[in-house]
């Protein structure tokens, strides 16, 4: 789901416009002046709504991001920001991982449906095997 795990540290030039859901602020662009004097412009970013009250114009930080694979339209997230002399803050929200929860939710229920089948079978069959009633049935109907 997540790949090209990256860190960025520089000084945050330009955010450009954002959308603003539930779960995050999506920046239709941010552009970063690193310490070696490049710049680098990101499209596309989803922020937490937490973090987004990090990011500020001119503020120097270290920017930590993910790029994701999945159906969503915002391939960046930033999912952690350090700011000078203050530990790192990081969060990501439930929504990123609802279809890996999801996944696991089938799969969960997919493997009891495949233990509990044929072990409710065979105990049927048993209980059929030593039930009176059923010999009673089964005499009743003539076989």
Known sequence: M????????G??????????TNLAKNYTVIEIKEKNGNTTTLQNVAI?????NYLNVGDEMELYLVKFYDKASYPLYIYGIKIENKEPIGFIPSAFSKQKNGLII????MLGFMLTMPISLYLFWLASKKS???????????Q
């Open 48 to 52: 937490s709504s937490t973090l987004d």
């Open 2 to 9: 997540a790949k090209n795990f990256r860190k960025i540290n």
């Open 132 to 142: 009176n009633l059923i010999k009673q049935m089964k005499a009743e109907v003539g």
């Open 106 to 109: 089938i799969g969960i229920i």
């Open 11 to 20: 000084v945050i030039t330009m955010l450009g416009n954002a959308i603003a």
